[in-house]
């Protein structure tokens, strides 16, 4: 297949030439570009991208309606993981390894590599999501899980279609996160993404076998941590600031944290959160709405839900029983 039977991917903007050096997709903003093609019932396909989530900045992009047709995509810095959300076909595509047999359907995934020009030839409509995961995000993950010094290699990755429910499903939380506005914060938006590359290198061979059980932070340092969240409830806290804290890489922080604790830094600061909801909906006047904020929620609704989860009932109604 010639280059010049392939057409822009619906991925790339709409007024960049293959050639371009700039990233092809929107960045920093809600955006959307429609193509010229039509899809499944004379509709005409569209892509939004969504802005960078968390502190690794994470860009989420959706593809709806997407025709049959060849497509490419420039090399992009990035690793760009892509979810099947809809198709019932086969194609060819390239990852950076040269091209394959894909089976389109619900939960069939592809990995494009880093700085390598991609494309694809669907023979059906099909809807996706794909995930831009900074590099930095595996070499991390490398970094603490791998058993040497090389560089981290993801190649099996790019030379077939795969499937993993679990990165599947953690992606598509990560996409849904991102169409919302990241209410969960960075903290949660990073923990989706480091599980999702820690389990790309699982996929791809890096990692073998049962991981050494993690040491737990020692208390002093449990406490600097804790301390640190209790000062910053109403702040958006990231990851990567939490291991900063104790010179740590995020993956050892995060599995020394759980082991501490026995839950995440997102799933801890949650709760803190939730307790400090629980004190002002009982001690003071304070609207739900203010409370909110107060306790780092993005909104009464955000904060309603996580509320809800994990009282098994609404704040307003849970302030109402504690007043008789």
Request: with cysteine.
């Amino acid at each position: 297949m010639t280059e010049t039977r392939l057409k822009p991917s619906p991925l790339l903007a709409s007024d960049q030439k293959p050639s371009a050096p700039r990233a092809p997709y929107i960045r920093g903003a809600v955006g959307r570009r429609q193509l010229n093609e039509t899809g499944r019932n004379g509709t005409t396909p569209s892509v939004v991208a969504y802005a960078p989530i968390g502190s690794t900045a994470v860009s989420v992009f959706q593809v709806r309606d997407n025709p049959p047709g060849s497509y490419f995509d420039p090399a992009r810095p990035d690793f760009l993981l892509q979810l099947a959300e809809g198709g019932a076909g086969t194609g060819r595509s390239d990852m950076g390894s040269g091209f394959f047999t894909t089976a389109w359907r619900r939960g069939t995934m592809l990995l494009a590599a880093p700085d390598e020009s991609v494309g694809c030839e669907a023979h059906c409509d099909f809807d996706l999501s794909a995930l831009a995961l900074p590099r930095t995000l595996l070499d991390r993950a490398w970094e603490e899980f791998g058993n040497d010094a090389r560089p981290v290699d993801t190649g099996a990755l790019h030379e077939q279609a795969f499937g993993d429910p679990l990165i599947f499903d953690l992606g598509l939380k990560l996409v849904d996160e991102a169409i919302q506005g990241n209410p969960g914060g960075p903290l949660y938006a990073d923990s989706l993404a480091y599980i999702i590359s820690a389990n790309l290198l699982r996929l791809a061979g890096e990692i073998q076998g049962p991981q050494a059980e993690a040491r737990p932070l020692d208390p002093l340092s449990l406490g600097r941590v804790i301390d640190d969240m209790e000062d910053r409830l109403a702040d958006r806290i990231s990851m990567t600031e939490l291991a900063t804290l104790l010179d740590m890489n995020v993956y050892g922080f995060s599995r020394a944290f759980r082991a501490a604790t026995n839950m995440s830094p997102h799933q801890f600061l949650t709760d803190r959160r939730i307790t400090r909801v629980k004190e002002l909906l009982e001690h003071t006047d304070e609207p739900l709405v203010a409370i909110a904020m107060d306790c780092g929620f993005s909104s009464q609704s955000h904060m309603t839900a996580a509320f809800r989860k994990h009282e098994g009932m609404p704040p307003g109604a849970w302030r109402r029983a504690r007043r008789g």
